[in-house]
């Protein structure tokens, strides 16, 4: 069973900084694209940032490049995002998500981890 366990979600003012982690079980993910997406309330759910897991290769949405980082570990099938200078926008619930390299849909999801940005 495909499990995607994300952590390191909180409260935090704004300018700081939370690193989020997400592990990965059930499978090899060497040929997966691991994705970190966000909704906050009232709007839809958006794409942050992914990572190819073999060559690395990253994709940043415009609201967060330069300030999110996302990377892996795969000696322990986990990602993380790196989150700095945090924004009172950037508050939503953050998800962890798997997808097969070229196939466009993500095919497993997190449960979610809050982020919340204080003024």
């Known amino acids: 069973q495909v499990q995607l366990v994300e952590s390191g979600g909180g409260l935090v003012q704004a300018g700081g900084s939370l690193r989020l982690s997400c592990t990965a079980s059930?499978?090899?993910?060497?040929?997966?694209?691991m994705g970190w997406f966000r909704q906050a309330p009232g709007k839809e759910r958006e794409f942050v940032a992914s990572?190819?897991?073999?060559?690395?290769?990253?994709h940043y949405a415009d609201s967060v490049k330069g300030r999110f980082t996302i990377s892996g570990d795969n000696a322990k099938n986990t990602v993380y995002l790196q989150m700095d200078s945090l924004k009172p926008e950037d508050t939503a619930v953050y998800y962890c998500?798997?997808?097969?390299?070229?196939?466009?849909?993500?095919?497993?999801w997190g449960q979610g981890t809050q982020v919340t940005v204080s003024s």
């Open positions: 059930g499978r090899t993910f060497s040929s997966y694209t």
């Open positions: 998500a798997a997808r097969r390299l070229f196939i466009p849909t993500y095919e497993y």
């Open positions: 990572i190819i897991w073999s060559g690395g290769s990253t």
